[in-house]
C-alpha cells in the first residue's frame, strides 16, 4: 500500500512558475516509476510528466520545456516545476506512482496508486 498526498497548488497569474510536491508513504519510494497527470472539468485525465526509477523523464508535448519533474528518494518525494503558465493548464494535478510502465508513461491505467489531487488555477 502506497499513499500519495499533492500538496503546492493555488491560484497563479498567466507566465507565472509553481512548484508541486508528492510525497509518498507506505512501500518502497525507489521502487517506483512516479508520474504527474492533470484533468480539467469534462475531461479525460492527461500525461504531463513521468520519471522512472532509474531517473530518466518524459513529458508531454504540452508541457515540454516548461514543466520539469524530479524526485528525491530519501524525501520520498515527486516534484513537478511548473513555469510560463498558461490558462490551458488549469487542472486538478494528480500524483501517481507504478510498479512498471514501460514505455506506456502515459497509460493512466498502469499506475497502481494515486494521491487526492491539487488544484492549479491559472488566469489570464
Known amino acids: 500500500q502506497v499513499q500519495l498526498v499533492e500538496s503546492g497548488g493555488r491560484l497563479v497569474q498567466a507566465g507565472g512558475s509553481l512548484r508541486l510536491s508528492c510525497v509518498a508513504s507506505?512501500?518502497?519510494?525507489?521502487?517506483?516509476?512516479m508520474g504527474w497527470f492533470r484533468q480539467a472539468p469534462g475531461t479525460e485525465r492527461e500525461f504531463v510528466a513521468g520519471?522512472?526509477?532509474?531517473?530518466?523523464?518524459n513529458y508531454a508535448d504540452s508541457v515540454r520545456g516548461r514543466f520539469t519533474i524530479s524526485r528525491d528518494n530519501a524525501k520520498n518525494t515527486v516534484y513537478l516545476q511548473m513555469n510560463s503558465l498558461k490558462p490551458e493548464d488549469t487542472a486538478v494535478y494528480y500524483c501517481?506512482?507504478?510498479?512498471?510502465?514501460?514505455?506506456?508513461?502515459?497509460?493512466?491505467?498502469?499506475?497502481?496508486?494515486w494521491g487526492q489531487g491539487t488544484q492549479v488555477t491559472v488566469s489570464s
Open positions: 507506505g512501500r518502497t519510494f525507489s521502487d517506483y516509476s
Open positions: 520519471i522512472r526509477w532509474t531517473g530518466t523523464t
Open positions: 501517481g506512482a507504478s510498479r512498471g510502465y514501460g514505455s506506456s508513461w502515459h497509460e493512466v491505467s498502469l499506475y497502481d496508486y
